[in-house]
């Protein structure tokens, strides 16, 4: 019998077409994808970006925050920093998910639940009162004081942050911070940047870590690539509480691929109150309107159609080819010719045509059909030169022109 593997379906918070993807991450590297799976892998973190449904290496999972009930012997390097030492089972039967809506139990019987708004996500850590009984399995530390952490890590699912920096105010606790990442299935590097804040208890203390070790000074931190440690080095901030009165402690953390000044501006103006039932509602309303009855209005076609289709032949005006897979702003493998071609042709035959240059269109189609990119594995067609003189390409094409994945032998499943 040949083994069914999970789908890596996104199962956390999001909002229709939002960007914010709010989940538990695992540490099973083959079914992390879309963060969380309904395995028996550990618990890494809680992070806030995600893909779904895909294969190959897992991709995004920037910035994930890990929530402890308080340091055994209440010294701070007795907390665990790293995704190794941190990873935790979860409590089987806990974990619970609707539209705009996620929630797990940890074995530390800290109980995360999470929701979002298009950029940001809010997440609501229930500590147990009882500290003594902070693991549920009794391998672990028996007892710890009461004085919760929240850390977030400057890392992502593949683990392939290059630089990265943070920075903490001692007076909010907020966390704030940049990290440049490679995309799963594509060229290049992207910057994402976030800014965490937190309400529910008063601060303890703040600081940085790196690697195991932490400490409240300095409020800053840098990391660049250091040519020795792959994966880099684990690197983040932390901020700790004081008890909270009712056991709980909200985060919200916004995202932004422009700045973190603008990460902070989505939190601030999306979740201004942290009202975690006031934001789950929204998100299961607007889910709520999205799977409705659909009805058409066949009296004209959308100025979002028509941007989307402006929008390709932009790019092959700023670029030289049109697009075909976007990995975080990067350009993505390819996988079976440039399909943009065919979202042109299909609009020019539905006569889609108010402010659309289908002159500069039809080049960029002409383009992708007759002129080999150096680099056909992210744009345009490979094996051009034998398709015109021999009207097929072989699977064992010799083809001087450009570089790309060899010809498929079949069609992909």
Known sequence: MTELLIGHVFPGATLPF??????????????????????????????????????????????????????????????LFTKTDRASRRINGTAEAHPGYFAVSLNTSIHTEATVTNHTALYRFTFPSNSASNYSDSTRQPSLPYSPLILVDLTDLPESRSNGSVKVNPDTGRLSGTGTFNPSFGIGSYNLHFCADFKGAEIRDTGVFMNNRAGSQPKNLSVTPDGINSPPLPAGAWTQFNAPANNQIL???????????????????????????KVLTAAEDAWREKLSVISVDATGVSDELQTMVRSLIDIYRHEGKLPDCRMSLCKGFTQGGSNADIVLADSYLKNITENVDWQT?????????????????????????????????????????????????SPEP
């Open 251 to 277: 985060t919200r953390v916004g995202i932004s691929f422009i700045s973190i000044e603008k990460a902070c501006k989505n939190a601030e103006n999306e979740i201004p109150d942290f009202d975690f039932e």
């Open 18 to 79: 939002g960007m914010a993807k709010a989940v538990a991450d695992i540490n099973n590297p083959d079914e992390k994808q879309g963060g969380f799976a309904s395995d028996d892998s550990d618990i890494t973190g809680f992070s806030h970006m995600h893909d779904s449904g895909t294969g190959g290496s897992p991709s995004l999972g920037n910035f994930p925050l890990f929530p402890q009930t308080g340091c055994p012997g209440d010294i701070l390097n007795d907390c």
């Open 361 to 409: 269109g039809y080049e960029a189609v002409v383009s992708d059909a007759e002129d080999e990119p150096e680099d056909w594995s992210i744009e345009g067609r490979g094996g051009l030169h034998s398709w015109k003189t021999l009207g097929y390409i072989p699977t064992d094409d010799f083809d001087p022109y450009g570089v790309g994945p060899s010809p498929a032998p």
